[in-house]
């Protein structure tokens, strides 16, 4: 299963949190629910409540320190790029291979023209240049 994910290089969100279904969270509560007692469910859920809102709010204050340290820039940055989602073995590959090749194909073209100043100057001889007296 790993290897035909990795092979396929699907990526996408499947409504999974820390690897759990729908189906298996809620399994977990009704478990719960029965462990803890009617009488201590209210109590956990408010504690859960303000987990909840505590790490809502140390993210946004990650996010407003970020803006305050990058300024007008953090504006600027595609966010969606940098997102783990994305990650696609096969398009990193392929756009390191034609990275590597486009480098090829740059280094190619300065050699010819290198080479062909090199002629240009083998036929000037002395650096002058020719041309015809009479064509002016």
Do not use: C, N
């Amino acid at each position: 299963m790993r290897v035909a994910f990795f092979l396929t290089g699907a990526a996408r969100y499947d409504g999974r949190v820390l690897g759990l279904t729908f189906d298996k969270i809620l399994v977990i509560m009704v478990i719960a629910m029965f462990v803890l007692g009617p009488e201590r469910i209210p109590g956990y859920a408010k504690k859960l409540g303000e987990l909840v809102r505590g790490v809502k709010h140390m993210a946004d204050g990650a996010k407003d320190r970020l803006r305050d340290e990058m300024g007008p820039e953090f504006d600027e940055v595609d966010w969606r790029q940098l997102d783990p989602r994305q990650y696609d073995p096969r398009r990193i590959i392929r756009d390191a291979l034609v990275e590597d090749e486009r480098e090829a194909r740059a280094e190619a073209r300065k050699e010819r023209v290198a080479e062909a100043r090199r002629e240009r100057e083998a036929r000037a001889g002395d650096g002058s240049l020719r041309y015809d007296e009479e064509a002016t």
